[in-house]
């Protein structure tokens, strides 16, 4: 039995169009017919007959399917195409420094795969529908309900224990899904914040997902729990969020609300939130929530089951752009943080983890903490950026020059001077169509 769904074989398919006979692509299309010949195909291979499945509320299935077809799973086999005029395979690229991989495998789509450990079978159908486009069905096929149930779990389980992000943006075209590796786990103490607020943000991660709820069973506490981090950009709420993903064993869900964010979607990466909690739900930008559907996602939190076993964590960089019956109503979000500009303590401490001060000697950092008030972490990762180029290329350091830069440009972000048209000299400078 050929092992692994991509290996190289003779295309056989379900249907093939003969543009000789007087049929029409309807004729072709034909459902009925085309999953006849799949369950008799099926029957003749493994030996068994095969129920047709309804595959409501499955979607991880085909999601699980995509990442075998990936991955090579040996206990997944391709068993046929099912058109032979629309597409059964695909081309996927890594794009790496110097060079291009390049991979073939199956679609998900036209074609038939089993796992015959569990005489299970899947396809995602080409269906004709108006105006002669294509549409997909789902079909899920199965010996009987025990199998069926036992290949769910097993497609479950190799999915949780992969360490990977499911990541959910909006876009024109709806709700877009992957799931992507977690990034090399940052540890607690490389998330440069307020050590009081760093703790009380990580205790409450703690005692959630610390695989007891006494805590909440003793003291009747609702199973939930929701953040609101909001701040200036470049203050490390994104690398909060990437340590405290990093860190706990359950799911993690990322979801970046656009202007496409709608009602059916909120719906959607909640109840996903929710089917696998404990979980962390990230909303990223909360602000940028459509007015048409806020009403909708203040009643999701309110919602008694719509956040069982769920930690919410929103971020915002602009908390004035926020809905104030976002965070004046318990139950919600039950904390709101400020993730603030660091002060000279903190800037120092971040400067010295950098390694500023081996490059160019602990008092020039102390300066350098001292001279860059108001700077956010991310500039001063800049400053270290700039200073390892310096010493590179003149071979000196001028922490003073790359300072008073680096505040030129800031005191222009505040005052807008990027738009106003004059640089240093007086000159014009205007950006865009004169």
């Known amino acids: 039995m050929q092992r692994g769904p991509t290996a190289v074989q003779t295309p056989a398919f379900v249907a093939s169009y003969d543009y000789r006979a007087q049929e029409g692509t309807e ?3 034909d459902y009925a017919r085309t999953v006849a ?3 008799g195909m099926l029957s003749d291979r493994f030996g068994c007959e095969f129920k047709l499945y309804d595959q409501a509320d499955q979607g991880d299935v085909w999601d699980g399917l995509a990442e075998d077809i990936e991955s090579d799973y040996p206990g997944l086999v391709h068993v046929a195409s099912i058109f032979d005029l629309v597409e059964s395979r695909q081309i996927s690229f890594q794009p790496k420094l110097g060079e291009t991989i390049y991979r073939m495998r199956p679609s998900v789509r036209n074609n038939l795969f089993a796992y015959p450990e569990y005489r299970v079978a899947l ?4 269906m004709l529908v108006h105006l002669g486009l294509l549409s997909t069905e789902d079909l899920i096929f199965a010996s009987d309900d025990e199998q069926l149930i ?4 097993a497609i479950q389980l190799r999915r949780s224990e992969e360490r990977k992000m499911h990541v959910y943006t909006d876009t024109r075209e709806g709700l877009q899904h992957c799931r ?7 540890p607690r103490e490389d998330v440069m914040m307020d050590e009081t607020l760093k703790q009380q943000i990580f205790r409450s991660v703690d005692e959630f997902f610390g695989g007891d709820r006494t805590f909440f069973e003793q003291y009747q506490i609702p199973y939930k729990r929701g953040i609101l981090l909001y701040g200036k950009p470049g203050n490390g709420k994104t690398t909060l969020v990437q340590s405290i993903a990093g860190s706990v064993e359950s799911p993690v869900f990322y979801w970046q609300i656009t202007e496409y964010t709608n009602s059916e979607s909120i719906r959607e990466v909640f109840a996903a939130a929710v089917k696998q909690a404990p979980s962390v739900l990230v909303i990223e930008d909360i602000d940028s929530m459509p007015d048409s559907c806020r009403s909708f996602f203040l009643n999701i939190l309110d919602g008694a089951t719509a956040k069982e076993g ?5 971020t915002t960089n602009y908390p004035q752009k926020i809905d104030p019956a976002l965070i004046n109503r318990a139950g919600r979000f039950d904390r709101a943080y400020e993730v603030k500009l660091p002060d000279e303590a903190l800037r120092l401490a971040y400067l010295r983890r ?3 001060a081996e490059l160019a000697g602990d008092e020039q950092a102390v300066h350098a903490a001292e001279r860059t008030q108001g700077f956010s972490l991310a500039q001063l990762n800049e400053l ?3 200073a390892a180029l310096q010493k590179r290329y003149d071979d000196r350091i001028d922490l003073e020059q790359l300072v008073l830069g680096l505040r030129n440009d800031l005191d222009k972000g505040r005052n807008r001077d990027w738009l106003n048209g004059t640089d240093w000299g007086g000159a014009s400078n205007r950006i865009g169509f004169q």
């Open 37 to 39: 010949r799949i369950a």
């Open 384 to 386: 270290y950026v700039s």
């Open 180 to 186: 992507e590796p977690i990034s090399q786990a940052i």
């Open 150 to 153: 036992a290949c769910l779990q």
């Open 123 to 126: 396809v995602r159908m080409p």
């Open 354 to 356: 950098k390694g500023l």
């Open 27 to 29: 004729r072709y299309f």
């Open 310 to 314: 769920v930690f919410l964590i929103g």
